[in-house]
Every structure is written in structure tokens, then in C-alpha cells.
């Protein structure tokens, strides 16, 4: 079955304590990213990542990192988190072929950070 | 700089009307993919289409159909026929090809559809 798993998919945890979800998709997409959700905000680009080695910001990237070492997983790093990045987390993956696309979602990991 | 408006907050229509969801958008590149997804009650993201910039032509598929008009930079979404499951928040997005070829999503803040029994 076609799926994109991130784990945990919820988590509280306190100020400044490191903490990274991971992000996996079966599908050998190339291209994976992450958003935030915020109420009032809709979404909101974190970062992507066209392939292996090949990352990009999005719109909010800061107080985050990410790595692509390998196709199939694309895990967001908190090295300090904040009480501003308490949110809801999507990790995302697109097929692309020729002028078509389709993407793939993750169910989402809920964070709080206290 | 890249936007997208989704000026209808909430939305309530009662089953079996049909509603339009309005998605304007505004960017300078003359390349660039427009995109809607649905996140019903349970909480999941769903990718419904993209479409090229392109390619102007009218997309439909089963209730649902998409009008894309470059000369109102209009992206909108018809239900036809709702139905209680279509009660959901629905996002608009853009997304410009940057010169690497890499490119990144802009969303609107999301229009809530409610559909009354």
C-alpha cells in the first residue's frame, strides 16, 4: 500500500529538548516536504527537498532542519524547540510525471511544546 | 511575491446544492501549478488536482470540477450535488517553478464547507 508514515504522531515535550519526526514514504518519490498547520494560517511550507542530498526552505524555516540522506525518509529536526513551534506537522511526497503530479500526505504528528 | 486568497472563511450550504469554492491567486512567473486539497474532520490532507498554468481547460471529475481563469487568476472549486461528506476544510495552493527547478507551495488559509443534512 502507498503511504507516507511520520512518527510520533503526537508528542508533548518541553523547551529546548531536541526532538526530530521522521517522515518515510514507499513510493520512491523524489520530491518530500513539510508543513505546519496553524489555525488561522492554513499551511505553511517548512521545508522540501527535490532528491537525495537536494534540500530547500520554505517559507517558515527557521528554528528547523531536515536531512535527505535517502529517498524514502525525510526527517524534520527541532534542535531547540519553542513554545511557537507547537502546531500540527505534514510530511508530503509527489509523484511527478511529465506535467503531472500527485502528492501524498502523512497523517500528521501534533506537537506541544511546553 | 506569491499569494493565494481564499476569501470564504466558512461555508454552509444544504445537501444536494451546489457550491463554489473561490481561490484567487496572485504571481509574476509565468510558469506555476495551482492546487486544491480537502482535510475533512478526521484530520488528514487529501490532494484533489494541480493544474498547469498552462492548461486553461475546465477539469471535472465526478461532482467535482475545477475553473481556472489566468485573466481573473481564479482557481475555483464546484461541488455539485454536496453532499454531507463533502464537509470539509479545503486549501488553495500555488506553486512557481524556481530557476533550479525546484519549487515551493503557497496556501490559502482554507474555506470550511459544512453541508447540512
Known amino acids: 500500500e502507498a503511504q507516507v508514515t511520520q512518527n510520533p504522531r503526537y508528542l508533548i515535550t518541553v523547551t529546548g529538548k531536541k526532538l526530530t519526526v521522521t517522515c518515510s514514504q514507499n513510493?520512491?518519490?523524489?520530491?518530500m516536504s513539510w508543513y505546519r498547520q496553524d489555525p488561522g494560517l492554513g499551511l505553511r511550507q517548512i521545508y522540501y527537498?527535490?532528491?537525495?542530498?537536494?534540500?530547500d526552505k520554505g517559507d517558515v524555516p527557521e528554528g528547523y532542519k531536515v536531512s535527505r540522506k535517502e529517498k524514502r525518509n525525510f526527517p524534520l529536526i527541532l534542535e531547540s524547540p519553542s513554545p511557537n513551534q507547537t502546531s500540527l506537522y505534514f510530511c508530503?511526497?509527489?509523484?511527478?510525471?511529465?506535467?503531472?503530479?500527485?502528492?501524498?500526505f502523512g497523517p500528521g504528528t501534533r506537537l506541544l511544546v511546553l | 511575491a506569491q499569494k493565494v486568497t481564499q476569501a470564504q472563511t466558512e461555508i454552509s450550504v444544504v445537501e444536494k446544492e451546489d457550491v463554489t469554492l473561490d481561490c484567487v491567486y496572485e504571481t509574476r512567473d509565468t510558469t506555476y501549478y495551482l492546487f486544491w486539497y480537502k482535510q475533512p474532520p478526521s484530520g488528514e490532507l487529501v490532494f484533489l488536482i494541480r493544474r498547469n498554468s498552462f492548461d486553461e481547460q475546465n477539469e471535472i471529475s465526478g461532482r467535482y470540477s475545477w475553473n481556472f481563469q489566468k485573466s481573473t487568476s481564479s482557481f475555483n472549486f464546484t461541488i455539485t450535488a454536496s453532499q454531507v461528506v463533502d464537509s470539509a476544510v479545503y486549501f488553495c495552493?500555488?506553486?512557481?517553478?524556481?530557476?533550479?527547478?525546484?519549487?515551493?507551495?503557497?496556501f490559502g488559509t482554507g474555506t470550511r464547507l459544512k453541508v447540512l443534512a
Open positions: 495552493a500555488l506553486s512557481e517553478a524556481e530557476g533550479s527547478g525546484t519549487y515551493k507551495y503557497i
Open positions: 508530503a511526497s509527489s509523484l511527478m510525471v511529465g506535467f503531472q503530479e500527485t502528492q501524498y
Open positions: 527537498s527535490m532528491n537525495v542530498e537536494v534540500t
Open positions: 513510493m520512491n518519490h523524489e520530491y
